[in-house]
């Protein structure tokens, strides 16, 4: 893998201005893939837009304190993701990265008491001894639970940062969910009726057919954190 990466080459989630310049901080690999993170300097830069230069960015990360999900992070190529929470500890700011109804990156203020929990998919699942059972997540992460009652395609409200789970929402009809690819990207969605990989979806009244790997179950009647 290349360790530089050009603007002009950026994915097309990416909303960026890509002939400013024309390199830009490649993310170090994650869970979420290239198009659904950024680096820290890119979001600090581009997104909030509380430093002009990397320069500038590494100072902020070595003098003032910059959470990732609840922990410091110092590393200007440090991943954020798809419903990862950056917060200003030093000004009190907080931050979702979320998608735009045009299915771009982009990144939401929210308040200081959601800051302390994200929604994260299950994207797959393993028995352990003695009965547990090991989660697999859509950002990378692993979580160890003892009763098993979760199934692929359903979302989970972590605590930050010691991921405790806080509610669970299945992917089932009637859920919200934020549809991460395909045509719809980016859009809100009840799920109306699932059929094997394909589900129907409502946006705004009007129904309409995706598959279910899009859905990212964000709730119950509504989501159950800031999104846009």
């Given at each position: 893998?290349?360790?530089?990466?050009?603007?002009?080459?950026?994915?097309?989630?990416?909303?960026l201005a890509r002939k400013e310049s024309v390199f830009?901080?490649?993310?170090h690999p994650s869970g979420h893939g290239l198009s659904?993170?950024?680096?820290?300097?890119?979001?600090?830069?581009?997104?909030?837009?509380?430093?002009?230069?990397?320069?500038?960015?590494?100072?902020?990360?070595?003098?003032?304190?910059?959470?990732?999900?609840?922990?410091?992070?110092?590393?200007?190529?440090?991943?954020?993701?798809?419903?990862?929470?950056?917060?200003?500890?030093?000004?009190?700011?907080?931050?979702?990265?979320?998608?735009?109804?045009?299915?771009?990156?982009?990144?939401?203020?929210?308040?200081?008491?959601?800051?302390?929990?994200?929604?994260?998919?299950?994207?797959?699942?393993?028995?352990?001894?003695?009965?547990?059972?090991?989660?697999?997540?859509?950002?990378?992460?692993?979580?160890?639970?003892?009763?098993?009652?979760?199934?692929?395609?359903?979302?989970?409200?972590?605590?930050?940062?010691?991921?405790?789970?806080?509610?669970?929402?299945?992917?089932?009809?009637?859920?919200?969910?934020?549809?991460?690819?395909?045509?719809?990207?980016?859009?809100?969605?009840?799920?109306?009726?699932?059929?094997?990989?394909?589900?129907?979806?409502?946006?705004?009244?009007?129904?309409?057919?995706?598959?279910?790997?899009?859905?990212?179950?964000?709730?119950?009647?509504?989501?159950?954190?800031?999104?846009?």
């Amino acid at each position: 893998m290349k360790a530089h990466l050009k603007r002009i080459a950026t994915p097309k989630t990416w909303q960026l201005a890509r002939k400013e310049s024309v390199f830009v901080t490649r993310p170090h690999p994650s869970g979420h893939g290239l198009s659904y993170s950024l680096s820290l300097a890119t979001v600090l830069k581009d997104m909030i837009k509380c430093a002009k230069t990397t320069r500038e960015v590494r100072y902020i990360l070595q003098h003032k304190t910059v959470l990732v999900d609840g922990r410091r992070r110092l590393d200007v190529k440090f991943p954020v993701g798809l419903m990862d929470v950056v917060s200003l500890v030093d000004t009190d700011e907080h931050y979702r990265m979320t998608l735009t109804k045009r299915g771009m990156l982009a990144v939401v203020s929210v308040p200081k008491g959601e800051a302390g929990r994200k929604l994260s998919r299950i994207i797959g699942k393993a028995k352990l001894p003695q009965g547990k059972t090991q989660l697999n997540f859509s950002d990378g992460r692993n979580s160890t639970v003892e009763k098993d009652g979760y199934k692929v395609g359903d979302s989970l409200e972590l605590a930050l940062p010691d991921q405790a789970v806080k509610a669970h929402y299945p992917l089932q009809d009637g859920a919200h969910a934020m549809l991460v690819a395909g045509k719809y990207r980016g859009r809100i969605c009840t799920i109306d009726k699932i059929e094997d990989d394909i589900i129907t979806i409502n946006i705004g009244g009007t129904p309409s057919i995706t598959a279910k790997k899009h859905a990212f179950v964000v709730g119950k009647d509504k989501p159950a954190v800031t999104l846009g």
